[in-house]
């Protein structure tokens, strides 16, 4: 499939909430398009594990289930934009914006560059499912490989397929994180919607469906 839709360029926003596929559709996607993954999320886990002063700062607020200040995530967007020439080619930004200051921000970051941007796509999800997906999550701790111990195990337990690293399950994805964060997703990130509906830049797609089903009627979509 990939090989028709190669030259397919989306500059995208991945909206939602935790859990609803958007790491998982952001991978499939770059496998296909070669798009750049923007994943905050990552960025942040990336610099708590270097123990940098942005790790040493941001993972209070992570491991709680709350925000990370719009003011250091908003950096670290802004400078992925001011030097990354890659991004005219397709991106999509994975868990930001977060809240409505930050989509205020990606505007002007945009306004600033001449990258582009085509539209956010929701990916509306329910409770239920979204609580089996994140409470069985497992994460390869040396290439960032996404398991389920149900949905998609890994053919060894605890071992990555890809790498052979170890798959860990991360400290925000039990039940009492993923409430306090579906909370903050509803009072903070939900309002974004909205914000990108009212310029007619909002797609939405049901996040419970599988991430491959989602990911083909997008391609296909595009390709008419
Ligand atoms: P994620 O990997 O997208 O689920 O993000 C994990 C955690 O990182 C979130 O629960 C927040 O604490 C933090 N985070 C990631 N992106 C942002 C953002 N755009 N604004 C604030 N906090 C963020």
Partial sequence: MADDIVDLIMKIVLLGPPGAGKGTLAKMLKDALGLVHISTGDILREEMKADSHLGREAKQYIESGGLVPDELVTKIVENKFATDSSLKDGYMLDGFPRTVPQAQDLDKILA???????????????????????????????????????????????????????????????????RKRMDVYLENTLPIAQFYEAKNRLRKVNGDDETEAIRDALLNEDKK
């Fill in 112 to 178: 600033k560059t001449q990258v582009g941007f085509d539209y956010a796509l929701y990916m509306e999800s329910t409770l239920p499912v979204i609580i089996r997906r994140l409470t069985g999550r497992r994460v390869c701790r040396s290439c960032g490989a996404v398991y389920h111990m149900v949905n998609r195990p890994s053919k060894k337990e605890g071992v990555c397929d890809s790498c052979g690293g170890e798959l860990y399950q991360r400290a925000d994805d039990n039940e009492e994180t993923i």
